[in-house]
């Protein structure tokens, strides 16, 4: 992922200050859920953003190793500055228990990951494989790092969903689950992911689209984005 052009808008176009001031710890943690026990394990956030997921991985999966990493030296920054507990149902930031994990931010490319293979029992990725420039080969580097027996999770969008970001990649329940397959990948559950916060921010126009989203995404097929849980077999 070494375009110059997508690098600029990560670092300078890409709402991240939104990220990290507007948390959604129970939209995570739903997700995170689907990778089973976390307690003890080696885990990666692969497109962390500004690290809430790894986070909640770190102190309340109380993983034993948490690794952010990110493609934008702005997500990480914010990452690196945020509050060290994980954000509270509410948004707020909870309290640092004294056996913290301490947690890694990597600045690195998706598409050729700096770890070796075999490297992590969990692997976590919302809302950025879809971004990468080669979708596939981002999961064959999620593949190769995920020790065999592993379990990821990735949050990926539904067909219709589009965003402002200059790469997107969507597809169907059927069509992600192609893609996934081919990297050796076994999908061993999909369900679906609510979408943003409808009152993420004060736009009346960004709030009447994610009531609409909502009402959509009801129905199974039209789900806004797909939770699709993986194994490593």
Not at 16 to 26: H, L, Q, T, Y
Not at 133 to 157: H, I, K, Q, S
Request: with cysteine; net charge positive.
């Amino acid at each position: 992922m070494r375009d110059a052009g997508l690098r600029e808008f990560y670092d300078r176009t890409y709402h991240f200050g939104e990220d990290a001031d507007r948390p959604n710890p129970d939209r995570l943690w739903r997700a995170l859920r689907e990778l089973g026990p976390l307690e003890g394990t080696r885990f990666l956030d692969l497109g962390c953003g500004v690290g809430w997921a790894t986070r909640l991985a770190a102190e309340r999966g109380q993983v034993a190793q948490a690794v952010g990493l990110d493609f934008s030296r702005t997500a990480l920054a914010l990452a690196a500055r945020a509050p060290r507990a994980a954000p509270t149902a509410d948004g707020r930031a909870g309290r640092t228990g004294p056996a913290s994990v301490p947690i890694a931010w990597v600045c690195g490319d998706g598409l050729a990951l700096p770890f070796p293979d075999d490297s992590f029992d969990r692997v976590f990725s919302f809302g950025s494989m879809e971004h990468f420039p080669d979708v596939a080969a981002g999961f064959g580097e999620l593949a190769r790092v995920l020790r065999r027996g592993g379990c990821a999770v990735t949050v990926v969008p539904n067909f219709y969903v589009r965003t402002a970001q200059p790469v997107e990649h969507r597809a169907t329940a059927r069509g992600w689950r192609t893609l996934i397959e081919r990297a050796g990948l076994q999908v061993t559950r999909m369900t679906g992911d609510p979408g943003p916060a409808i009152f993420k921010n004060r736009r009346p126009g960004r709030i009447a689209l994610r009531l609409g989203l909502r009402l959509v995404g009801s129905l199974p097929p039209l789900r806004y984005q797909f939770i699709v849980a993986l194994r490593k077999p």
